[in-house]
Structure formats: C-alpha cells, structure tokens
C-alpha cells in the first residue's frame, strides 16, 4: 500500500431495512464521519443482513463472504471491521475473521452484542471455547464499555491488550442543520422511550410503573416508539386505561425520532440487557433527562444522580419512583439534563468515536507490518 492510497476499511454489518436498529444507526453515523474526518481512510459498509425477510440473510451473508474473498484475494482491502451482536452473528462474523487472517489483513471486531454473556453462557463447553479462540484470531476487538472489557479479559480470557474499548457516538444536533431554524418546544412532562418493544427493553416494567397510582394521578403524555410486538402492547395498554396518555406509533425513522427527543423532557429505557444503547446516547445530545437501569456499559454514559437516575433492571416499583421524582422536581431535571449533554460533548460525540476507530486502523496496519 503506497502513501498515497487511503486505507480501505471494509465494515460487515447491518444495512437497508435492517440498519435501521442501534447497530445500523451507529455505522449510518459513523462511516461517514470517518471518510469525512480522515483522508487517508475510504471506509464502506458490507450488508451482512440485507433488507428483506429474514430468511434471505444467508442468501446476503453468502454474498458478502464471496465479496470479501474476490475484493482481498486482487488486494483491494487494507483492514476488515466485522460488527457482531450475539448468537447467529457470532459464527457469522467469525468465518469472516478467519477469511481476513487467510488473506493476512487485520481483523478488528466490534462487540455490540446486548446478551452475549447470555448467549455465552448457554454454549457447550466446546463451543465455548472454539469461539473464545477465534476471538483471539482478531487483531484487536473493540468494546463499547468497561463492564464488556472487563468480562472479555476477566471472564473469556482475552489478553488486554487485545481489547480496545470505544464508546458509541452520536452526532451533535444541535449542530444539525435539520434542526437549525426550527421552534421545537420541550414539553417537561412528555415521556419518550425508543427502542424495540419488548421485555429486553423492559417494556413490561414501564407499563406497569406508568399504571401505578403515584405516577398515573400526575400530569403526562408518553410515546413508546419501535417495533416488535407493538398490537400486543396496544392491547396491554388500552387494558391499562392508558390508551388516551400512550402512544406506540411503531417504528419511526431517525429524523422523527430526533425530533421526539427534542420536544419529551424525560427518556426512559429500563433495559434488562444492553451494550450501550444509541438511543440514550442521543437523549443525552439533546437535553433530556434519562432513567435507565445499569445493565452492560450503560453506567458509563449515566451516573446516578449527576447524569441521569438509574433504577435496578426489572423493578418496575423503582421504575415508577424515578419517573415520579422527575415529574415532580423541574430543577432535578434541569440538572441532570445539562450535566448529560455536557457529558456527550466530552465523551459520546461521533467525531471523538471516529477519531479513536481510525486510530486503532492505523496501529492495526502497523501492527501487521
């Protein structure tokens, strides 16, 4: 590769209909930003998933294995960059980390999984280790939060220094030209939540906290967007007698869920599992207090008390306390609100993910060499 050639970086990972999850709005988010920030990368995404149904993704998968083994075998890929989540993910991108050490490229792979301890867990002590050793095959394995890097290198084995912790980012909206101009008001009591319905996302939890007597005799409005089984919960709701203050419209796209954000003054997200979640990323950007529970690498980004309140997983009664105390204190509000976006700003901007990730593509390359 002369000095002139920019680094072709191929990331595998989700795309289309598929992207539009937490993994796929971080790679629309920060694949840009590194072609933009960085002339000596040319970085493109690989659809692994495709963008129909789910039983075509072999179909796409296969595809991007050949793709990868034409494009490396003319030597047109420098660095290969696999995002993988937990378990059909796992095997997947590990025979495309195995196909780039065949071609002699640095591997690096990018651990969003939410339950991969979980799925982990559940493996054959053989198979536990087959994975465990073809993590070790990658030149570098990037993780979203301390509690990943601490249970890759205390619990799997990983050596240290193989492991690089990177935290998601997100783009500044108030730097966003879409929003430049706009009268968006907040309105305090506006409860938001974004993400796939279900119990991962503790969609259960919130319901219940929203029907107890302590939150429902206050003043507020909810929108609980994403997909999954958004009838069942409808249901649910209408069953709750919440039906005139919740709202599930499904899934929404990123410029309408953008503007939620802008105008709800508290986001919830009481996950049971996660990796670190793009949506309370992009609350934070926004000015939104955040309750959540501190589940994965979440306690990186909120502190309770100071950046947000978390609640323990699964305890919809704390749940209904939290959101209850910031209904009830404006100022409360005001201030974790300010003390997150101050703590975007210095941590969780995509330019700050960019910039560290095209570092590690710098010292993966001289790492091979």
């Not at 294995?65 to 991108?93: C, F, Q, T």
Request: aromatic letters at 10%; glycine letters at 8%; a neutral charge.
């Amino acid at each position: 590769m002369s000095d002139e050639q920019p680094i072709r970086a191929w990331h595998f990972g989700p795309g289309g209909v598929r992207g539009r999850g937490g993994m796929g709005r971080f790679l629309a988010y920060l694949i840009p930003t590194l072609n933009r920030e960085n002339p000596d990368l040319a970085c493109r995404v690989v659809d692994t998933y495709g963008p129909g149904a789910f039983w075509q993704m072999p179909f796409w998968f296969a595809g991007a294995v050949l793709l990868l083994i034409w494009n490396a075998a003319r030597g047109r890929v420098d660095l290969v960059h696999v995002h993988m989540a937990a378990y059909g993910s796992i095997p997947r991108k590990m025979l495309l980390v195995m196909l780039s050490r065949t071609f002699r490229l640095p591997a690096v792979v990018h651990m969003h999984g939410a339950d991969f301890v979980e799925f982990m867990d559940r493996l054959p002590k053989f198979m536990f280790y087959f994975f465990i050793n073809r993590l070790k095959n990658a030149t570098f394995i990037v993780v979203i939060g301390e509690y990943w890097r601490y249970y890759l290198t205390q619990v799997l084995g990983i050596p240290a220094d193989q492991v690089v912790v990177i935290h998601n980012g997100v783009p500044d909206p108030r730097k966003d030209a879409a929003f430049a101009g706009q009268n968006l008001e907040r309105a305090d009591h506006r409860l938001l939540s974004l993400g796939e319905l279900g119990p991962r996302k503790g969609t259960p939890e919130l319901l219940a906290a929203l029907a107890t007597p302590e939150v429902r005799d206050l003043s507020w409005s909810a929108t609980l967007a994403g997909n999954g089984p958004v009838d069942e919960y409808r249901d649910q709701v209408r069953r709750l007698d919440l039906a005139d203050r919740v709202e599930l419209p499904g899934w929404i796209e990123s410029a309408q869920a953008w503007r939620l954000l802008a105008e709800s003054g508290v986001f919830i997200l009481p996950s049971r599992m996660e990796g670190l979640p793009v949506a309370i990323l992009e609350a934070m950007a926004m000015g939104a207090a955040v309750v959540t529970t501190p589940v994965g690498a979440i306690p990186d980004a909120i502190e309770d008390g100071v950046t947000g309140l978390l609640v323990p997983a699964g305890d919809a009664p704390a749940l209904a306390a939290a959101i209850a105390r910031l209904l009830g204190d404006p100022g409360l509000r005001a201030r974790l609100a300010d003390a997150a976006r101050r703590r975007f700003e210095a941590q969780f901007t995509i330019e700050r993910t960019a910039e560290r990730v095209a570092a590690l593509y710098r010292q993966a390359l001289v790492r091979r060499e």
